[in-house]
């Protein structure tokens, strides 16, 4: 753990030097084929990447290169994985440059075999990701780690999904030689049913991997959120960590949600310690907004497409595989819009477009190939609590 004059952040080295070993295939649990890591959105991936997991990464001297398709949702998730290589490229290519009489021709000769100005983040045509990793490699001289976060996104284009195989074919080539691997592949995504679309099926990229699901944060966690929000309130008024536990459950252990919650008891709603009496009132479910989200956007639909949503939802929670056109899954569907009182009419043509406005309203995911996911597996929680 440790406190920046910025920001507290909350640092995990135990988990970043474990799943180093995993990845490296030092361990009885190999990833070494790749790491593929699943939770849901905001509950502290990204940030446990750049913080503990890199750093480890560059602590064993190997060159971590990351991308997050979620930063920019707007450009081809192939765009961003080739501009990620071609950035790490340009920087040796000013190494090596720059230390010509040291290292002799070699590296550069090198470089310049993929003929391409480093300075714009794509690769040339004809250049693979293999040949580009391939180089990155030799002229480094490490181990890449190539860090793809939200990777689900890369199944929302044919190009992505391309690129996806690419990156199959380069570990393939990187990792065949004897005692000279080169890649290592590491993936996140929030949610388990999407990074799925990658490796369930015979026909996807990397077919027979398995979906690892990232450990939440959990009392450790709480232990130091609870001391560094009791330093900035007075010694009578105090939280305490079962009450800060029990909340950061309610938000499913979401430190950014925790923290909006925490703010609103300590400004709006009276004393810190009484944080334990409204959450078991339930007086914060929706002051502090945890599900109003969920709620809003599920109160704007129309009964079928509440009923398509909840029925995902329940296959989600039971890990079972959302068949959208299946006699079963029209069935459930008529037996909650029975249950809402409304005509049961559940068929093709209506389930598609319950799904195609759920869509629209980003509450559903549909990967290259047509399978269906939420868009947040946290909402299946929330739906089944509702």
């Given amino acids: 753990m440790s406190v920046s004059q910025k920001r ?38 990204s940030t446990f990447l750049r913080n503990d997991f890199i750093p480890e990464c560059e602590k064993r001297g190997w060159l971590a290169v990351y991308v997050d398709l979620w930063a920019n949702r707007e450009t081809d998730p192939a765009e961003l994985i080739a501009g990620v290589i071609g950035s790490a490229l340009g920087e040796f290519d000013s190494a090596v440059s720059k230390a010509a009489k040291k290292v002799g021709i070699e590296k550069i000769n090198l470089l310049r075999t993929l003929s391409w100005d ?37 199944l929302n284009s044919e190009s992505g999904l391309n690129t996806m195989f690419a990156l199959k074919a380069a570990r393939d080539h990187l990792n065949g030689g004897v005692g000279d691997d080169g890649l290592r592949l590491v993936f996140t995504g929030s949610s ?57 459950d309610l938000v499913g252990h979401r430190p950014e949600m925790l923290n909006q919650l925490l703010t609103e008891v300590s400004v709006g709603l009276g004393e810190a310690s009484n944080l334990g009496e409204l959450l078991r009132t339930g007086a914060l479910n929706h002051q502090a907004g945890v599900w109003s989200d969920y709620e809003s956007a ?61 869509r629209d309203k980003e509450l559903v995911w549909k990967a290259n190939r047509g399978e269906y996911a939420l868009e947040d597996i946290s909402m299946a929680t929330w739906l089944t609590r509702h």
């Fill in 298 to 358: 599920f109160n704007g639909l129309s009964p079928i497409q509440q009923a398509v949503l909840e029925v995902m939802a329940e296959r989600a929670i039971s890990k079972q595989p959302f068949v959208p056109f299946s006699d079963q899954t029209f069935q459930d569907v008529n037996r909650k819009l029975e249950h809402a009182q409304v005509d049961a009419n559940a068929s093709t043509p209506n389930v598609q477009k319950a799904l195609d406005v759920l």
């Fill in 192 to 248: 388990r049913d999407k990074l799925a679309n990658l490796v369930l099926k015979s026909k996807q990229p990397f077919y027979g991997a398995n979906i690892t699901p990232f450990p939440l944060l959990g009392k450790d966690f709480v232990a130091f959120a609870t001391e560094i929000w009791n330093t900035r309130l007075a010694s009578s008024n105090q939280f305490s960590v079962e009450d800060l536990a029990d909340a950061f």
């Fill in 8 to 45: 507290p952040i909350f640092q995990r080295p135990a988990l970043a030097e474990s799943l180093a070993r995993d990845v490296a295939g030092e361990s009885f649990v190999d990833y070494s084929s790749g790491l593929f890591l699943a939770a849901p959105r905001r509950t502290g991936k």
């Fill in 118 to 154: 480093f300075s714009k983040p794509h690769l040339p045509a004809g250049t693979t990701l293999a040949k580009a990793l391939d180089v990155l490699h030799k002229v480094s001289g490490q181990l890449i780690v190539l860090i793809i976060d939200e990777a689900q996104h890369a």
